[in-house]
């Protein structure tokens, strides 16, 4: 037994490079960017007629939610109702081991018009004071049409209270979407959803079908109203259209997705951040000013000072438009906020950086493997496997020309989860050679999954669409920056 455990490491390593030196190379290439490539055709929208209104008279619809305040005793609820009347306005919730004692709240109310679109009435109600760790019952509609949903909040913020997010992005309402969500739901683990940007794809149809806003908060609300998702605005949500007099940027997504950006102090629902659980998540604007002065800027810089380790040991960003990615889709879009938030990422020790935009997954840092552990699994996963450093670029200036990426043990991890699965497809035209910054690249719609488990170590895993959802395509340990701050390459 004993030296068989012992050999494995070198059989395995004989084995790799026995392979790696055939001359045509193809499992080593193959080891960089994953060979699973799919159909680069869009898929198609699922139709209105897939999401019926709720039955009843003037029944809630949309129904989503998520954090309402800082530190996660508050939630957002949010719904639409074809009609307006006091009945329509209110929510009723309790706990769900007391169902005595209800609470009501009662909806500020939206409507929005684009060109000749005019939208429901839609309900944002933010309720507050509940309790940490404790699962809420809450009731919509009147008479007939009542419709009853969950949440159960987060725990307390905290150093070592595990809490698990789903990450998705540019998620639309294709099939391919639904197979994303429906993948999502079906892990279980989730707690939380952290979205990275481009929901309904509106803007993609004629005068920006605001109606898919409608089919998009339906086919979500199997999730969204049982768990918060916590928002980023992409490029989709601009919907921007001058040519039918449309002028306002993100009107449909600010009228439907509230945030709780005032008690971060943010001046916009574009960026602000929550405390939930382990975590203190920032979420950032790709389409607002980011520059120096800014209001964006400004709070940045001031949020970034705030951040506590020792209360949420994670520290996590979110935007839209990716700060390294190397597909050659919306290749350096992300690269004037690179050049603008890097050092800060660097100097607070930020552990994640997640974004979407791009169609595909993309992942930055892997630490090293232990070959006799993972000999004792399968050699094979030596083959799929590629060891990368924490990178920054923050050395660069226009004067010294120092453009390459550097080794950098308080950079963040960069992931790219752009592969919800729209209408636009996949992007499948990577960079070669693959950067160094690269550990795991595929064009394929999937999901994420991050379970923070203490305040040192978080396991993820990616997962795709084609696999049974218990398969994981990618998975690895994050090390907290600042807790943990071990060098991946000498692990
Ligand atoms: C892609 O679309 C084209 C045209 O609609 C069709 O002929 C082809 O079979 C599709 N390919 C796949 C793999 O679905
Ligand atoms: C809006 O205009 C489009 C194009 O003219 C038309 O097809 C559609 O029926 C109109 N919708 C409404 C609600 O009037
Ligand atoms: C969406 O996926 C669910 C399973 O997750 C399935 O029951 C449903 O039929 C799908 N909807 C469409 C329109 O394909
Ligand atoms: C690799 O894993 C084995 C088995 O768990 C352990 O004994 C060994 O110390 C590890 N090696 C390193 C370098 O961490
Ligand atoms: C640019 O970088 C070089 C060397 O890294 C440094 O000497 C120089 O002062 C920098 N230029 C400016 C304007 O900061
Ligand atoms: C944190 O979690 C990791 C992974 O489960 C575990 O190995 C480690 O011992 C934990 N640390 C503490 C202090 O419990
Ligand atoms: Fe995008």
Wanted: proline share 6%; net charge neutral.
């Amino acid at each position: 037994m004993a030296s068989n455990n012992n050999l494995a490491p070198y059989i395995c390593i004989i084995l790799s490079i026995l392979i790696c030196i055939t001359p045509n190379n193809i499992f080593c290439h193959a080891a960089k960017t994953s060979g699973y490539t799919r159909s680069t055709n869009a898929s198609a929208d699922m139709p209105a007629e897939a999401f019926p209104a709720p039955p009843g008279f003037n029944a809630p619809e949309q129904v989503h939610i998520t954090q309402g305040d800082c530190g996660g005793r508050g939630v957002i609820i949010s719904w639409v109702t074809p009609y307006k009347n006091d009945y329509a306005s209110i929510v009723r919730y309790w706990k769900a081991c007391d169902p005595k004692h209800v609470f009501k709240a009662r909806s500020r109310v939206y409507t929005y018009s684009y060109y000749n679109y005019t939208s429901g009435f839609i309900h944002h109600a933010t309720i507050h004071k509940l309790e940490h760790d404790t699962k809420y019952i809450y009731e919509l509609g009147h008479g007939d049409s009542i419709r009853q949903f969950s949440f159960t909040t987060p725990p307390k913020p905290g150093p070592n209270v595990p809490y698990t997010f789903g990450i998705m992005g540019d998620l639309g309402q294709t099939y391919a979407s639904n197979s994303t969500l429906g993948h999502y739901m079906a892990n279980k683990k989730g707690q939380a959803v952290l979205f990275v940007g481009d929901l309904s794809y509106a803007d993609n149809w004629p005068l920006h079908d605001q109606r898919k806003w409608d089919t998009w908060g339906r086919f979500t609300e199997n999730s969204a109203a049982y768990q918060a998702w916590i928002w980023t605005a992409g490029n989709h949500e601009l919907d921007v259209a001058p040519e039918i007099n449309e002028y306002v940027p993100f009107k449909a997504y600010k009228h439907r997705y509230h945030v709780p950006y005032k008690s971060s102090g943010s001046t916009s629902p574009l960026w602000y951040s929550i405390k939930r659980g382990p975590a203190h998540i920032i979420v950032l604007s790709s389409y607002s000013a980011f520059t120096k002065y800014t209001a964006q800027y400004n709070w940045l810089e001031a949020e970034l000072k705030k951040v506590n380790r020792h209360e949420t040991p994670w520290l996590i960003v979110m935007m839209h438009a990716p700060l390294y990615n190397s597909d050659n889709y919306h290749y350096m879009e992300g690269e004037s906020m690179r050049v603008i938030f890097e050092p800060w990422f660097v100097q607070h020790k930020v552990d994640l950086v997640l974004a979407g935009h791009v169609h595909a997954y993309e992942r930055s840092v892997s630490p090293r493997l232990n070959y006799t552990i993972v000999c004792s699994i399968s050699c094979a996963k030596l083959l799929s496997y590629r060891q990368t450093e924490r990178i920054s670029n923050i050395q660069y200036n226009i004067t010294n020309g120092q453009c390459t990426p550097i080794k950098d043990q308080n950079a963040p991890v960069y992931l790219t989860v752009g592969d919800g699965g729209n209408i636009e497809g996949l992007a499948n035209n990577f960079i070669e050679p693959q950067p160094s910054y690269s550990a795991y690249r595929e064009a394929s719609f999937g999901h994420a999954v991050l379970e923070i488990k203490n305040q040192t170590h978080a396991f993820y895993t990616w997962h795709r669409n084609q696999d049974h959802e218990a398969v994981a395509a990618d998975s690895t340990w994050f090390y907290n920056r600042f807790w943990f701050p071990k060098d991946e390459s000498s692990l």
